[in-house]
T-cell receptor, first 115, second 113 residues
Framework: AQSVAQPEDQVNVAEGNPLTVKCTYS??????LFWYVQYPNRGLQFLLK??????LVKGSYGFEAEFNKSQTSFHLKKPSALVSDSALYFC?????????????FGAGTQVVVTP | DGGITQSPKYLFRKEGQNVTLSCEQN?????MYWYRQDPGQGLRLIYY???????QKGDIAEGYSVSREKKESFPLTVTSAQKNPTAFYLC????????????FGEGSWLTVV
């Protein structure tokens, strides 16, 4: 069975400081990993994904994520946070052994960026 | 524009009523999904469909029903058997192969009155 853990319910950071949102996973086979952002009363928006290749993935709005196979992690990062980055962030995984696209989502991490 | 359209955005249900949430996509995706999100919580899978005229139960299917008569459409009915239906409902779609991304609609709020 596949699973995703986001160990922090909330991350607080001052504007201009680096932002990190943590994600660890467990899958059989190779993982496909995704990050999404959700603003209040809105759907989830895709930020970036790791499928294969370079472990550092760059995505939308200045976000990036690093795939670490040995630590089974896929942490989301942004060098300099903005107040507008305040939102709910979800990590998701699916397995390369799945014949179709069933995704497992983490519980979400609320990011609060203060001016 | 390509995307997933959910309607209505806000819906109120009386006790004992069935209500249907609409989901339409023009992304030509084979797979479609329904998720439930409760305030401050993550996503839970209700139903999913790989192809027209086929669908499977997710983790919390009791009290819900779906149909998939067209590739573009995957409506969700919340029946009176669902005892706690107040939640935010998200429809999504993807192509099933490999690492393809799952895309979401804007969601529908259902409240029991």
């Amino acid at each position: 069975a596949q699973s995703v853990a986001q160990p922090e319910d909330q991350v607080n950071v001052a504007e201009g400081n680096p932002l990190t949102v943590k994600c660890t996973y467990s899958v059989s086979g190779n993982p496909y990993l995704f990050w999404y952002v959700q603003y209040p009363n809105r759907g989830l928006q895709f930020l970036l994904k790791y499928i294969t290749g370079d472990n550092l993935v760059k995505g939308s709005y200045g976000f990036e994520a690093e795939f670490n196979k040995s630590q089974t992690s896929f942490h989301l990062k942004k060098p300099s946070a903005l107040v507008s980055d305040s939102a709910l962030y979800f990590c998701a995984v699916r397995s390369s052994t799945d014949s179709w696209g069933k995704f497992q989502f983490g519980a979400g991490t609320q990011v609060v960026v203060t001016p | 524009d390509g995307g997933i359209t959910q309607s209505p955005k806000y819906l109120f249900r009386k006790e004992g009523q069935n209500v249907t949430l609409s989901c339409e996509q023009n992304l030509n995706h084979d797979a479609m999904y329904w998720y439930r999100q409760d305030p401050g919580q993550g996503l839970r899978l209700i139903y999913y469909s790989q192809i027209v005229n086929d669908f499977q139960k997710g983790d919390i299917a009791e009290g819900y029903s779906v149909s998939r008569e067209k590739k573009e459409s995957f409506p969700l009915t919340v029946t009176s058997a669902q005892k706690n239906p107040t939640a935010f409902y998200l429809c999504a779609s993807s192509t099933p192969e490999g690492g393809n991304t799952i895309y979401f609609g804007e969601g529908s709020w259902l409240t029991v009155v």
